[in-house]
């Protein structure tokens, strides 16, 4: 049987935008001491502002043209940045034969042209070498027709409440914060020294992320629990495999808010911290 107060803790969650698929879950969240958060769109903003276009072959409204069109299927942060440095309208019947490829980018015929719109790992793919280059920000390489075309860097945003979240779940007895990102390293090493994570992982993919969670479920513990906290964009096997996944609702993919275990209402990671504290309160753990 399940106790009353844990239907008050669901309810009183729900009140506050957080909404727990099940009274287990509580139970998980209130033992939580691991943290596992996706960067793009979770501790930072994920609508980047694009801060410069570097050309080799093209002019820099072409290239941004082309990057903008590839992508304009795509529900990606990269992809609405994108679009919005862009800011023209897109008229879709130039584009077709659309791909996007987890981890990597996207491929498009464009006016006819083969583009590829994505990081170096996908350049490799093509048996292109993209121009090193090195920057804080994201960085996304254009290839047109298997010639490496330019790149454009984006600058992320950490969230303001990130750090908030981060000290917050610290306080609440959490000893273990990660970030896993498919961003390259120079920017994944930038966000995780400001928000002083213990572990930072760059470069992965999906199933990259899995197995990181797996190597920390294996590390822990098996009292301490441990939570993934996504976006939804490329989580959902992530969050199915933590002992609790938390989907950040407002911009998460439906196939995300399906596979989590506790949906939050807005894209504000203190809620994970208060999440948490309300669910030791639920089950009179007092911090
Ligand atoms: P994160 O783990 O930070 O949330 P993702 O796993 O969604 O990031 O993407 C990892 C990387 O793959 C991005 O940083 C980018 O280099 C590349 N990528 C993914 N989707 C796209 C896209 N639609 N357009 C261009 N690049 C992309
Ligand atoms: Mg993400």
């Keep these: 049987s399940v106790p009353l107060s844990f239907f008050a803790g669901i309810g009183g969650a729900s009140r506050e935008g957080i909404l727990i698929k099940g009274s287990n879950y509580l139970e998980t969240l209130a ?96 048996g292109i070498s993209a121009i090193p280059c090195r920057s804080g920000g994201t960085i996304i390489h254009v290839a047109i027709d298997g010639s490496y075309a330019g790149h454009i860097v984006i600058a992320d945003v950490i969230k303001v409440q990130s750090a908030e979240a981060v000290a917050e779940l610290r306080s609440a007895g959490v000893r273990k914060l990660v970030m896993l990102t498919g961003d390259g390293s120079q920017a994944a090493q930038q966000v995780a020294e400001k928000l002083r994570l213990d572990e930072v992982h760059s470069e992965l993919l999906p199933s990259d992320k899995v197995a990181q969670v797996e190597r920390l479920l294996a590390e822990k513990p098996e009292q301490e629990k441990l939570a993934f906290v996504g ?52 089950m009179g753990i007092v911090y």
């Design 31 to 126: 033992k939580v001491k691991y943290v596992v958060f996706d960067k793009t769109g979770t501790l930072t903003h994920g609508v980047f502002a694009v801060s410069d276009v570097h050309h080799n072959t093209l002019e820099r409204e072409r290239l941004l043209e082309y990057a903008a069109l590839a992508e304009c299927a795509s529900s990606h942060p990269i992809s609405r940045s994108l679009q919005e440095a862009y800011g023209s309208k897109i008229d879709r019947s130039r584009v077709s034969e659309i791909q996007e490829i987890s981890g990597h980018g996207i491929m498009a015929r464009v006016d006819g042209s083969q583009v590829a719109v994505g990081n170096e790992k996908l350049m490799a793919k093509q």
């Design 231 to 282: 976006d939804g964009i490329n989580d959902a096997p992530v969050l199915t495999r933590a002992d609790v996944g938390i989907a950040m609702g407002a911009m998460g993919s439906d196939a995300a808010i399906e596979a989590a275990d506790v949906v939050l209402m807005d894209d504000n990671p203190r809620q994970v911290a208060k999440a948490v504290r309300l669910a030791r309160r639920c």
